[in-house]
Nanobody
Framework: QVQLVESGGGLVQAGGSLRLSCAAS????????MGWYRQAPGKRRELVAR???????NYADSVKGRFTISRDNAKNTVSLQMNSLKPEDTAVYYC????????WGQGTQVTVSS
C-alpha cells in the first residue's frame, strides 16, 4: 500500500521560513515528476511547485523566488523550502506526483501569522 507522509509544517510569522518534507512508503517515485500542492480554507487545491524525475523545477507565480523544491531519489523524498512566507501561504500542504497518481496523504498544516 502506497503512503505519502508530509511533515515540517507549523506556525510561523510572516517573513519566516519552513522546510516541508514528503516521504513515500510502499513505492518509489524516482520515475515520477512530483509536486507540492496546497489547499487553503474554502479554496481548491492548487499546485505550487513541481519537479521532474531529473530534478528540473517549476513554480507557480505566487511562490516563485520564495519556494524551492528538491528531491532525493535515493531516499525517496521530496522537499519544499519556503522562505519569506506570507499570510496568504497559509494552507494544508500535500505532495503527490504530477499529474496526481497516488492517494493523498494527510498533509501538513502551514500557518503564517501577520
Amino acid at each position: 500500500q502506497v503512503q505519502l507522509v508530509e511533515s515540517g509544517g507549523g506556525l510561523v510569522q510572516a517573513g519566516g521560513s519552513l522546510r516541508l518534507s514528503c516521504a513515500a512508503s510502499g513505492t518509489t517515485f524516482r520515475f515520477n515528476a512530483m509536486g507540492w500542492y496546497r489547499q487553503a480554507p474554502g479554496k481548491r487545491r492548487e499546485l505550487v511547485a513541481r519537479i521532474t524525475s531529473g530534478g528540473s523545477p517549476n513554480y507557480a507565480d505566487s511562490v516563485k523566488g520564495r519556494f524551492t523544491i528538491s528531491r532525493d531519489n535515493a531516499k525517496n523524498t521530496v522537499s519544499l523550502q519556503m522562505n519569506s512566507l506570507k499570510p496568504e501561504d497559509t494552507a494544508v500542504y500535500y505532495c503527490n506526483s504530477f499529474p496526481t497518481f497516488f492517494s493523498w496523504g494527510q498533509g501538513t498544516q502551514v500557518t503564517v501569522s501577520s
